[in-house]
């Protein structure tokens, strides 16, 4: 039987060992999710894509144009931000994360737009910066909240929907008029793939159920498993949040132009 260990065990001990394993098994999912959209040609078509998504919001391809990337995780646009002709920063609130991303970059003109920053940190974190775009890709909105067993289900809804409405002013703040761009997952089932890792071929999965609110989402390889709580979010909940803050127009991106199809819906809110 695999170990399938609780997210809620890792908040209560926080372990650098277990973020890391995380932050490593999200970046082979995300490898699986692009190579069984996009086969061999990922790369090239997530950064057309990119590119297609930032005309159509109508952000031309200038260097004054900045871009956040506000829950890179391990970094999986990193090479769109080396290439782009857009200027582009990247953070993430956890340390693991952003350490795995740095490392990536050690030789990059990108280090020093790397930054620790969760959601509602960013006006602070870039103090200077008046960004064009904030992504907040990889459906990353419902893991708002750390969860803790403790706690009801009505409880880790209302933590999370305070937080995510503190996140989004902050993103307003940071961004004031420009887009903030987010996803949704469309498909809550089950994903799995082949992949080469570290020199080993290993064989990732993430499955994803809604119940009563929440978002139980286990991901994993043969070997260990991971169960993560976060919010089931749907657009209306989210849109009800960002008109309160201060955000007037949300819309859906059209189909053609968004990243990851197959996995999720898109959306951009602006004022
Ligand atoms: C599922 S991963 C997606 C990573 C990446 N965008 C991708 O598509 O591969 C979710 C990311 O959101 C980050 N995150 C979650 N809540 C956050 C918050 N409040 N502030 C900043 N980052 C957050 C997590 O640390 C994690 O790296």
Request: aromatic fraction near 12%; glycine fraction near 6%; include cysteine.
């Amino acid at each position: 039987m695999p170990r399938h260990k609780s997210i809620t065990e890792i908040v209560r001990n926080p372990n650098q060992e277990d973020s890391r394993k995380i932050a490593r098994l999200w970046e082979m999912a995300r490898k699986v999710m692009d190579q069984a959209q996009h086969g061999s040609s990922a790369f090239e078509e997530k950064q057309r894509r990119i590119n297609t998504l930032l005309e159509y919001l109508g952000h031309s391809q200038l260097a004054s144009v900045l871009v956040l990337d506000a829950a890179c995780g391990c970094g999986s646009l990193l090479f769109v931000g080396e290439t782009d002709t857009r200027t582009w920063y990247f953070s993430d609130g956890d340390n693991v994360m952003v350490k795995t991303v740095v490392e990536k970059c050690a030789d990059s003109f990108l280090i020093s737009r790397i930054k620790q920053a969760y959601w509602h940190e960013i006006p602070g974190v870039f103090e200077a910066v008046n960004f064009d775009v904030v992504f907040i890709l990889g459906n990353s909105l419902p893991y708002i909240v750390n969860w803790s067993d403790d706690k009801s289900e009505a409880e880790i809804t209302a933590e999370g929907f305070a937080a995510l409405k503190h996140s989004f002013s902050a993103i307003l703040q940071a961004c004031p008029k420009g887009h903030f761009v987010f996803d949704l997952h469309r498909n809550h089932t089950q994903m799995s793939g082949k992949t080469e890792f570290e020199g080993r071929v290993l064989h990732p999965f993430i499955n994803a159920v809604h119940r009563d609110g929440i978002r139980y989402w286990v991901v994993g390889t043969e070997e260990e498993q991971y169960l993560i709580k976060g919010l089931a979010l749907d657009i209306d909940t989210i849109r009800g949040l960002l008109l309160d803050v201060g955000y007037k127009k949300i819309e859906q991106i059209p189909e053609q132009f968004e990243l990851d199809p197959f996995y999720y819906s898109m959306f951009a809110a602006s004022r």
